[in-house]
């Protein structure tokens, strides 16, 4: 069965103190891995598409790394307004998006 | 703006009204999708359709929830004779289609039945 999982669950960074997110996936000829962050009340915005092993994508402080188990989310020098919740999903090519539950996270000042 | 438009972003209903959901998809694109999504929870798949078709609906209510997407206007989630567990966010997301195609969200609508 096709499944999607990340961890941690929440996550709680001094401002300034890196770190990495990670989803897991088992999913059937998978086609593109993306990654979204909702913040209270908002709908999930989209942030990255990865295709394939080895590809990475960067936005300000993040940057999305694929492999052909895993995806990570790496956050360097958080600031407290990437404070939301990070969701990825798999999409295996038909229709099917596979949502993780996603990883909350906190930055304090 | 070329996004995802969903409306009403909120709603109050009285347990046996109904509810109706609109969402215009970005410009372009032809498939919908509705994901029901609980406080503190993770997004849960209810309807994927295309234009005048529903392609899959495994993840929505047989009874009381309905979905379409007709040839003209916007896609719509109805709700029949709600009850409480109905409170939710309901999210509409639009996609290209195709084999890699990025999916995209409205803002959500918030239902509330009292």
């Known amino acids: 069965e096709d499944q999607v999982t990340q961890s941690p669950e929440a996550l709680r960074l001094q401002e300034g103190e890196s770190s990495s997110l990670n989803c897991s996936y088992t999913v059937s000829g998978l086609r593109g891995l993306f990654w979204y962050r909702q913040d209270p009340g908002k709908g999930p915005e989209f942030l990255f598409t990865?295709?394939?092993a080895g590809e990475e994508k960067e936005k300000e402080r993040l940057k999305a790394t694929l492999t052909k188990k895993e995806s990570f989310l790496h956050i360097t020098a958080p600031k407290p307004e990437d404070s939301a919740t990070y969701l990825c999903a798999a999409f295996s090519g038909t229709y099917k998006y596979i949502f993780g539950t996603g990883t909350r996270l906190k930055v304090l000042a | 703006n070329a996004g995802v438009m969903q409306n009403p972003r909120h709603l109050v209903r009285r347990r046996g009204q109904e509810a109706r959901l609109r969402c215009s998809p970005m410009?372009?694109?032809?498939?919908v999708y509705w994901y029901r999504q609980l406080p503190e929870e993770g997004l849960k798949f209810m309807v994927y359709l295309q234009k005048e078709n529903i392609i899959d609906e495994s993840g929505m209510p047989k009874e009381r929830f309905s979905a379409e997407f007709p040839k003209e206007g916007p896609s719509i989630l109805r709700i029949q004779q709600v009850v409480r567990g109905d409170s939710a966010a309901y999210f509409c997301a639009s996609s290209p289609g195709g084999r890699t195609g990025e999916l995209f969200f409205g803002e959500g609508s918030r239902l509330t039945v009292l």
């Open positions: 410009k372009g694109h032809s498939h």
């Open positions: 990865l295709y394939s």
